[in-house]
């Protein structure tokens, strides 16, 4: 079994947090789950460029794991990642 997690890692007064988002027996549904998930993070929004939830660029791609930075936030990071888990 498999989940993706998206992590927010904070920025000046925001707190961090984590959630898995999705569980399956398939990883590769994970990973086009994931990509849905980049996409919509690094779509630009010019009427707001320090919306959070917008405006991300892809700083690092692994197999497993994709980092984003906003792009006028630059200490700002989030990232998903898709581990394997047990599931009780």
């Not at 399956?24 to 990509?35: H, T, Y």
């Not at 939830?53 to 930075?69: A, I, K, M, T």
Request: with cysteine.
């Amino acid at each position: 079994m498999y989940a993706l997690t998206f992590c927010y890692e904070g920025c000046d007064n925001n707190e961090p947090y984590a959630q898995t988002i999705a569980v399956s027996e398939d990883v590769n549904k994970l990973r086009e789950e994931m990509e849905k998930c980049i996409e919509e993070d690094t779509q630009e929004n010019e009427d707001d460029e320090w919306d959070d939830s917008c405006n991300f660029q892809v700083f690092f791609n692994g197999d497993f794991q994709v980092s984003l930075q906003h792009k006028a936030r630059i200490n700002l990071y989030t990232k998903y990642v898709i581990r394997n888990v047990n599931v009780l």
